[in-house]
């Protein structure tokens, strides 16, 4: 089983729709997660860091669930600019350092 | 302020030669970090530096792979006699101590 799992889509959304993804992790004694964006051919950019009490950017909402040992992402009235890949990150037992990065879930916003 | 670079952004390479890879962090990030994206596989963790000592080299995949860092900052990952496994994007990263950590660029190297 992988460390960190995510459905690879891709999710294809006409502007406007809310999308979320979710995304699984096998390690409970991970410490840090967090949602990266990476556009094609360029490097991962932080996009939030996801705490137990949820939190929103914008259109933009994260929500950690300790228990069930999954986190996800929720967009709201999604944009032609948000396709993307969204990569789940969690950190690894020995330390917060150490990234362990789910495959990403594509995502395709249509006009 | 300026961002983590990395150079070259691009790496042609024939098997069985060596490379090397470097990184410059942000100014002031104590932690650097080794990452390499293969096509359609996830970030794979490679190595963390803090300051000039490298605690965790783990991810470095063979003895073929090594990196060090001078004077806190500049990294340089090496890989010697390149296979074509090694074909990837390898990005570095830096963060304060061990704070959210923000990528580079990227090198893309392909190895023939």
């Known amino acids: 089983r992988k460390e960190v799992e995510q459905d690879p889509g891709p999710f294809n959304v006409p502007e406007g729709a809310t999308v979320a993804f979710n995304c699984t992790y096998s390690?409970?004694?991970?410490?840090?997660f967090f949602w990266y964006r990476q556009d094609c051919r360029k490097e991962p950019k932080l996009l939030m860091s996801?705490?137990?009490s949820g939190n929103e950017d914008g259109r933009f909402t994260a929500q950690l669930n300790r228990a069930s040992q999954y986190i996800s992402l929720l967009i709201r009235d999604s944009k032609l600019s948000d396709s993307a890949t969204y990569l789940c990150?969690?950190?690894?037992?020995?330390?917060?350092?150490?990234?362990?990065f789910g495959t990403g879930t594509r995502l395709k916003v249509l006009a | 302020g300026a961002g983590v670079s990395q150079s070259p952004s691009n790496k042609v390479t024939e098997k069985g030669k060596d490379v090397e890879l470097r990184c410059d962090p942000i100014s002031g990030h104590t932690a650097l970090y080794w990452y390499r994206q293969s096509l359609g596989q996830g970030l794979e963790f490679l190595i963390y530096?803090?300051?000039?000592?490298?605690?965790?080299k783990s991810g470095l995949p063979s003895d073929r792979f090594s990196a060090e860092r001078t004077g806190g900052s500049v990294s340089t990952l090496t890989i010697q006699r390149t296979q074509q496994e090694d074909s990837a994007v390898y990005l570095c990263a830096s963060s304060r101590i061990t704070d959210t950590q923000y990528f580079g660029p990227g090198t893309r190297l392909t190895v023939l």
């Open positions: 990150v969690v950190t690894g037992s020995s330390g917060t350092y150490k990234y362990i």
């Open positions: 530096f803090q300051g000039n000592s490298a605690p965790d």
């Open positions: 996801v705490y137990s």
């Open positions: 390690n409970s004694a991970s410490q840090s």
